[in-house]
């Protein structure tokens, strides 16, 4: 069975601190996609990355990157110097099956304090 | 704005009644998914349609159904309201309905049951 897991429920940090957002993927799966959302007080849910299975590559976009590491079945997410408009409910998703219906983690909630 | 439109963006029932939650995709997308936002299950998937026909079915009660039109748009029927629907209905839409796709989500269509 697959299982997602997002350790850690809240975290508060003041303006301009790095913050990383813990995730991890148990599957039997070899091939897989892993996808990052976020959700801000207003409700939406924005798209911010997807990796697969066969990429360990990390990646940067602005102050924004992504950690994948196959071997501990991690996907972490890393704010460099927060914003307070960083503050929301960060998700990570992987894709269940072939159709890519998403299973969300429970989520973490991200306070960004000036 | 991720191109994806949910109507109506609230709505407010009676127990027993029935309800119709519109989505329109992206433009060019083809596979629509619905998911379920509540506080005691988190985000669920509960259906997805790919051109028409249903692709895959999760967390979805029978009290509740699915279509997609040829125009690509499609509605959520979620009938016999009890006090536990209310919740934030999402629709996401992607190119094809397969993994490896992100999805793009609506804003939500947030159902209260009085």
């Known amino acids: 069975a697959q299982k997602v897991t997002q350790a850690q429920t809240e975290i508060s940090v003041v303006e301009k601190e790095d913050v990383t957002l813990d995730c991890v993927y148990e599957t039997r799966d070899t091939t897989y996609y892993l996808f990052w959302y976020k959700q801000p007080p207003s409700g939406e849910l924005v798209f911010l990355i997807r990796?697969?299975?066969?990429?360990?590559q990390n990646e940067i976009s602005g102050r924004y990157s992504w950690n994948f590491q196959k071997s501990t079945s991690s996907f972490n997410f890393t704010i460099t110097a927060s914003q307070v408009v960083d503050s929301a409910v960060y998700f990570c998703?992987?894709?269940?099956?072939?159709?890519?219906?998403?299973?969300f983690g429970k989520g973490t909630k991200l306070s960004v304090k000036p | 704005d991720s191109g994806v439109t949910q109507t109506p963006k609230h709505l407010i029932t009676a127990t027993g009644q029935r309800v119709t939650l519109r989505c329109s995709p992206r433009s060019g997308d083809l596979s629509v998914y619905w998911y379920q936002q509540s506080l005691d299950q988190g985000l669920q998937f509960l259906i997805q349609?790919?051109?028409?026909?249903?692709?895959a079915k999760g967390n979805i009660l029978e009290r509740f159904s699915a279509q997609q039109f040829p125009d690509l748009h499609s509605e959520l029927n979620l009938s016999s309201l009890e006090l536990g629907d209310s919740a934030l209905y999402f629709c996401a839409s992607s190119p094809r309905g397969v993994s490896s796709y992100e999805q793009y989500f609506g804003p939500g269509t947030r159902l209260t049951v009085t």
């Open positions: 349609y790919y051109n028409g026909e249903e692709r």
């Open positions: 990796r697969n299975s066969f990429d360990e």
């Open positions: 998703a992987p894709t269940k099956g072939s159709q890519g219906n998403l299973i």
